[in-house]
Every structure is written in C-alpha cells, then in structure tokens.
T-cell receptor, first 113, second 112 residues
Framework: GAGVSQSPSNKVTEKGKDVELRCDPI?????LYWYRQRLGQGLEFLIY????????KSGLPSDRFSAERTGESVSTLTIQRTQQEDSAVYLC???????????FGPGTRLTVT | GDSVTQMEGPVTLSEEAFLTINCTYT??????LFWYVQYPGEGLQLLLK?????DKGSNKGFEATYRKETTSFHLEKGSVQVSDSAVYFC???????????FGTGTRLQVFP
C-alpha cells in the first residue's frame, strides 16, 4: 500500500516568507510525528499528533512554528517569517498507535535564502 | 535530557568485511532502542529494535544487543554488501513516550 507522502519535496523561499509543508500519513495511522534534520545533525522531534490533537508540542523551536492535523488524515507544518536557520529537511512519520513502529516519509528539503 | 551518541562517519569498507557502528545512549528510565536506515533516495526505515536489557534485535544480517551496563546498542554485521551502503541512525524512545531521539547518523560506504 501507499506509504507516508510529503509535499513539496523541495522548497526554496526567501527569508521572512511563510511556508506550509504537507504530510499525508498511511491510511488508518492514528499517530503522526514531525521531525527536523539540519545539515550534519540528527533528527530533532518537533510535534506529535494523536488523531487531531497534539499532546506533545515540546520540540517546536519557536512560536513561528505551528502544525495542524485534520482528523486522522493530512497534517500541515507552517513556518512563519522564515529564517535561514530554519533550512533543514522536515520529516513526517506515522504509526498505528503511539507505541507502534513509525513509518517515515521522504521529507521536504527547505532552503531559506 | 535523553540523548544518543553514535560514531561519526563515513565508514568505508570492502565487500564481505565485518561492520560495527557504535551507539551509546543516556536516558533517565528504561528506553526502547532502535536502528533506522536510510538508503540513497529513500525514506528512513526501521532496521531493528530492542525493548529491554539483553534483548537482541536482528534483521537482514544486522544485529544489535541492548547492553544496559554499558548503555550501548552497537550495530554489527558479519559480512557487508555493496547494497548495505546507506546512512544508519541509532535512536531511543522512553517508555510511555512517543517521540524518537536520534543520533546524528553514520554513513556506510561499501566498495566491491
């Protein structure tokens, strides 16, 4: 079946602009996660959804970052007033429930110029 | 806070060589431990996992043993293939939490 998909695959934006990144989880997966990987670093946890509620937003780096999820479906990560340090690969993962294996999407590479 | 440290790469080996990629962790509780792999052009995939001390995870010829006394989860394979060339990530998840904490990744390059 289809895996986790993310769009766009690449995004180049100017400093100060807002961007929206999209994640389509595997159908039926109730849990959804966003991670960020900056160049040469490990993946950093950003936010976790169970259904459409977000019990853990502890990894969001600033109030410029927000995320939503529609039911147990698509999620969008929004970064307002982008900065150069936001340049990274943003990865989405989904799982059947909160303790199951996480399946990762291919990521969105964001470059802020 | 919890953290994962893994050896820096790249690790460069000839086909059929023995592989070890070191991983150690710091955690306040009793985490589950994972190795994820990212093949070129593909997304992260779970390679193996272990959920308690002395458990051994294994898959595709790779093995890792959860060592509580040394807080380690080293990845090993007896005979690597060119197709094993990828980036390998060690990760942990604290019991009853939902997020994965990753190491920085180790690139493995296997030459014929």
């Amino acid at each position: 079946g289809a895996g986790v998909s993310q769009s766009p695959s690449n995004k180049v934006t100017e400093k100060g602009k807002d961007v929206e990144l999209r994640c389509d989880p595997i159908s039926g997966h109730t849990a959804l996660y966003w991670y960020r990987q900056r160049l040469g670093q490990g993946l950093e946890f950003l936010i976790y959804f169970q259904g459409n509620s977000a019990p853990d937003k502890s990894g969001l780096p600033s109030d410029r970052f927000s995320a939503e999820r529609t039911g147990e479906s698509v999620s969008t990560l929004t970064i307002q007033r982008t900065q150069q340090e936001d340049s990274a690969v943003y990865l989405c993962a989904s799982s059947r429930d909160r303790v199951a294996e996480q399946y990762f999407g291919p990521g969105t590479r964001l470059t802020v110029t | 806070g919890d953290s994962v440290t893994q050896m820096e790469g790249p690790v460069t080996l000839s086909e059929e060589a023995f592989l070890t990629i070191n991983c150690t962790y710091t955690a306040t509780g009793y985490p589950s431990l994972f190795w994820y792999v990212q093949y070129p052009g593909e997304g992260l995939q779970l390679l193996l996992k272990a959920t308690k001390a002395d458990d051994k995870g294994s898959n595709k010829g790779f093995e890792a043993t959860y060592r509580k006394e040394t807080t380690s989860f080293h990845l090993e394979k007896g005979s690597v293939q060119v197709s094993d060339s990828a980036v390998y990530f060690c990760a942990l998840s604290e019991n009853n939490t939902d997020k994965l904490i990753f190491g920085t990744g180790t690139r493995l390059q296997v030459f014929p």
